[in-house]
């Protein structure tokens, strides 16, 4: 089975570093993605990781350990914008290419001034 | 191209009424899936589908049921209403294996 978790809350200062973890345990494993969702809105693409390492894309970065069953989500110089919550979410591997997502419960993530 | 588009935007039913939720992509995609989200639970996968004319359960599937007669268009159905039910509803679509999932602006459904 699957088994996601992260952090709820998290609070950070603008202009700071925040890094969201991601921990999971799946009987098999596809790839990862974060997602970033505000208040009120869909989901939206963030990243995607599939092979161990980082991945870096402008302000955010998204790192995997398949052997740790870990992932974070970094964000750099954070901006009131970035006020959201993260999701992280896992593509178990099935036998008929479903591309079905198992998510985590998110973590809402506050900047302050 | 407007993507993803759920229709409708809000709707309060009545315990007992039912309603269908429509979700329609533009952009040719195969997968399509429908998903609540409700406060501490994360997104959850109520169905979803790998093509035109094929359907399939997801985590929490009881009171719900789907149809994909098109491959633009993914129906959600709700037969009989409970308060249990009130919560957001996203759909979702992707092209391929390893693409990511683009998700509508969501239908927030209550029921009283």
């Known amino acids: 089975g699957q088994n996601i978790d992260q952090p709820t809350e998290m609070t950070a200062t603008e202009g700071a570093i925040v890094q969201i973890n991601c921990t999971y345990q799946?009987?098999?494993?596809?790839?990862l993605f974060w997602y970033q969702q505000h208040a009120g809105e869909a989901p939206t693409f963030l990243s995607y990781n599939v092979l161990d390492g980082l991945e870096e894309k402008g302000r955010f970065s998204s790192f995997l350990s398949r052997s740790k069953g870990y992932s974070y989500l970094l964000l750099k110089e954070l901006q009131m914008k970035d006020s959201a919550s993260y999701l992280c979410?896992?593509?178990?591997?099935?036998?008929?290419?479903?591309?079905?997502?198992?998510f985590g419960t998110g973590t809402l993530l506050a900047v302050q001034p | 191209n407007a993507g993803v588009t759920q229709t409708p935007k809000f709707r309060v039913l009545k315990t007992g009424q039912s309603m269908t939720l429509l979700c329609a992509q533009d952009?040719?995609?195969?997968?399509m899936y429908w998903y609540r989200q409700d406060p501490g639970m994360g997104l959850r996968l109520i169905h979803y589908s790998v093509g035109e004319g094929t359907t399939a359960k997801g985590e929490v599937p009881d009171g719900y049921n789907v149809s994909r007669l098109k491959k633009q268009n993914f129906l959600l159905g709700l037969e009989s209403a409970a308060p249990s039910q009130t919560s957001v509803y996203f759909c979702a679509s992707i092209g391929g294996v390893g693409e990511t999932q683009y998700f509508g602006p969501g239908t927030r459904l209550l029921v009283l």
């Open positions: 979410a896992v593509s178990p591997p099935y036998g008929g290419a479903t591309n079905k997502l198992i």
């Open positions: 952009m040719n995609h195969e997968y």
């Open positions: 799946t009987s098999g494993f596809n790839g």
